[in-house]
Nanobody, 122 residues
Framework: QVQLVETGGGLVQAGGSLRLSCAAS????????MAWFRQAPGKERELVAA????????YYTDSVKGRFTISRDNAKSTVYLQMDSLKPEDTAVYYC???????????????WGQGTQVTVSS
């Protein structure tokens, strides 16, 4: 099993940037696909970005392509989400998640962090 702790959320103006980090502990980090999900008030949770175990392949939902970058450092057991050109509609609680299945299968993520709030003001 793996434990996940997110940091880096906060309040930023539209057009600004934030970097989220997710530190993992427990079972070998490099065996997990990793992802970032988000959930805005009144909306369903959505997969924002995912990365394979090696870090070589990634997935992004259409609304963040070209603005967000997911990466991982297996030596540090950490996954990152660099968020640039932020928009008010990016406001949500962002969750880090881990999966032992293929990285782009949303329902396969079984391990979750506590979430971190990202608020983008207009």
């Amino acid at each position: 099993q793996v434990q996940l702790v997110e940091t880096g959320g906060g309040l930023v103006q539209a057009g600004g940037s934030l970097r989220l980090s997710c530190a993992a502990s427990g079972r070998t980090f490099s065996t997990y696909a990793m992802a970032w999900f988000r959930q805005a008030p009144g909306k369903e949770r959505e997969l924002v970005a995912a990365v394979s175990t090696t870090g070589y392949t990634t997935y992004y939902t259409d609304s963040v392509k070209g603005r967000f970058t997911i990466s991982r450092d297996n030596a540090k057991s950490t996954v990152y989400l660099q968020m640039d050109s932020l928009k008010p509609e990016d406001t949500a609680v962002y969750y880090c998640a881990a999966s032992l299945a293929y990285y782009s299968i949303p329902n396969a993520y079984r391990y979750w962090g506590q979430g971190t709030q990202v608020t983008v003001s207009s």
